[in-house]
């Protein structure tokens, strides 16, 4: 996050943007204290507003002095919203519905490592991530549930002929430059290509085909398992890498009664970025100094780019092409995909350099203007 950028309120105004735009939304969960910052006396530093619209960040200075700073986002997630409330806290379904209407949205979880990024989105990560009846599912698993009951509400009246809805899933890892199938373990890194019709994508990538719930949580916990595996062998921070779960869906749509339907194209991105945490001097020698470069890169780039579209700035002076992350999220950030950041902080005082970072980041996210061809309010 050290892009050393501002951030201003996106330029308004043209009445084709206006129309059809809409403000990335932007959400902040904080977590509880953990065990053992409350056994090192830590205290809570973040204070959520009843109306969950702001919150403030107090901080001890010397002696009395206290300073508390405001920030105000679309939603504000305190510590003891249950898993199975952030869904609905974040509109979620509204995302949802749009990628089962053809469109692509986004929801990408930031913050400093430990702060509950992966927790947010996949659950609880000890043995599977996660089952059917898991309480502590995260916003995948909960959002695949959903996408499985609308397809089965919306494909009722389809009793014969081609399935009218059909979902595929793809896991991978963005490490020091690099992409890795998550799904496929080959150590044969992926290319990225430019089409006209997709923009940027990931070449040969493993799509699993999924026509239940349980075969998507395969994915996702085979996924994590390999996340974990490849960076024991390769002796790699997992915490360092970006991850994109993506679920496709296409969908058979019937636009005129007497024409054959058309195929339609979805696809929901649920990115899990790395820890934003500034790296540490004793980082920086060789194979490390290869890595910190480049995961400082994307992360570096997504700093410039949030900061660009903040501004209201368009096409090649966004920097998208600086590093793989901004390439693979263009169409997400400032494109035509609907899109909602969650900001994920620690409430903890030792971390509130990180969460002031943090929170800039998710202030500068929130001016960022999409221009789908719907509106999300
Ligand atoms: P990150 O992915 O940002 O590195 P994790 O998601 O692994 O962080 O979270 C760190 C720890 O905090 C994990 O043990 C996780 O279970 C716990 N945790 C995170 N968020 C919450 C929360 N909202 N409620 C309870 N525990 C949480």
Known sequence: WDAGTTCSKAVLGDSDIENQSSNIKVYVRTRPLSREELNKGESNCIHVSHDEKSLKVVEQGYGYNITTRSFQFDGCIGPEVHQQDVIKKVAMKKLLDKVLDGYSSTVMACGQTGSGKTYTMCGQEENQLCDIQGGDNGLIARSATYLFEAMKA??????????????????????????????????????????????????????????????????????SRNRKV?????????????????????????????????????????????GSERLKKSKSSGEMLKETGSINRSLFTLGKVISALSEGKKGDVVPYRESLLTKLLMDSLGGKSLALMIACVSPASSAIDETLSTLHYATCANNIVNAPAVNLD
């Open 154 to 223: 919306r494909g009722q009246n389809v009793s014969s002929g081609p399935k009218p809805f059909i979902m595929r899933a793809s896991y991978f890892e963005i490490y020091t430059e690099q992409v890795n199938d998550l799904l496929r373990l080959d150590n044969a890194p992926r290319d990225v290509k430019w089409s006209s019709r997709d923009g940027y994508y990931v070449d040969n990538l493993l799509l699993v085909d999924c026509d239940t719930l349980d075969d998507v949580f395969s994915v996702l916990n085979e996924g």
């Open 230 to 274: 490849g960076s024991h062998e390769l002796n790699k921070d997992s915490s360092r890498s970006h991850c994109i779960m993506t679920l496709h869906i296409d969908s058979l749509c019937q636009v005129a009664d007497d024409a054959p339907p058309i195929t339609r194209y979805g696809r929901m991105l649920f990115v899990d970025l790395a």
